[in-house]
């Protein structure tokens, strides 16, 4: 939402949606040093909150250095260190979106780091996969290394940005899988359901991509729509949309919705 205007917010409130879960993100630029990522995590954890509730939306948000600026180890160390600092303010889900995004050897140390981090404040982990051909590649690295440690719970974990190929790999280690969808590229609605179909509902989530590029605020329920035109019953569609992310998040204590 730090990339969006307040138009959205009202987009949201009126397709009924509930709370905004804003991950830490690549602004669409690289952000040249700490500072600059604390005032960000200023905005994500005070300002973006105070905005959303004057729309009636909760607002949650998560902590990181993105995979796409973390190639420079001491920055992502000074951005890491400031974390803590965070960590306890309200609306702080976990750690996130960590990741990979050209899954090179200083992108996996940085993941590390983050990982430590989610275990030693037992925090959610909510994780990017890279958008490049490698993605099957790139999930393979990220899952190993969350497997390896046995402080992590997979229950905790969810894996974004999941395609067809890589959303059993996925499921098969007790993480959850969410399914970003963009308007055109990558994940759109049909691709989403088509997955639904084949692997069920549970541990999954549908988000929308919204960011500083083109994506729609509005993605998850023009799914929705989608879903009751292909059939599917009300009750699976909340499943999906509603329930799940609800089941997920709430294993956080400070996750809460007003309605
Ligand atoms: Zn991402």
Redesign the pocket.
């Known amino acids: 939402m730090v990339s969006r205007t307040t138009d959205d917010y009202q987009d949201m409130v009126t397709a009924g949606c509930e709370a905004v879960c804003e991950?830490a993100?690549w602004a669409g630029y690289d952000r040249k040093s700490a500072d600059g990522f604390y005032d960000y995590f200023c905005q994500l954890t005070e300002h973006e909150p105070k905005r959303a509730a004057k729309f009636g939306l909760a607002h949650f948000c998560w902590l990181c250095i993105?995979p796409k600026e973390s190639e420079d180890m001491g920055l992502a160390k000074d951005v890491i260190d400031l974390i803590p600092k965070f960590i306890d303010k309200p609306g702080v889900l976990g750690i996130g979106?960590i990741?990979l995004n050209k899954n090179s050897r200083n992108e996996l140390k940085v993941l590390e780091m983050h990982v430590e981090v989610a275990a030693k404040y037992d925090q959610l982990i909510l994780v990017?996969?890279p958008?490049l051909e490698d993605k099957l590649k790139g999930t393979k690295l990220i899952l190993d290394v969350l497997k390896s440690d046995k402080r992590i719970k997979p229950e905790r974990v969810i894996i974004?940005?999941v395609e067809e190929h890589t959303i059993k790999l996925v499921k098969d280690t007790g993480m959850w899988a969410g399914m970003?969808l963009y308007p055109e590229s990558k994940c759109t609605p049909a691709r989403a359901i088509d997955m639904l179909e084949v692997y069920g509902t549970d541990r999954i989530w549908m988000n929308s991509a919204c960011d500083w590029g083109i994506s729609v605020p509005l993605a998850v329920p023009r799914t929705m729509l989608e879903m009751k035109k292909r059939g599917h019953t009300v009750d699976l569609i909340d499943k999906v949309a509603y329930q799940n992310p609800i089941q997920f998040m709430r294993q956080s204590p400070k996750f809460k919705l007003t309605a």
């Open positions: 991950p993100f993105n979106e990741g990017h996969t958008h974004d940005h970003t």
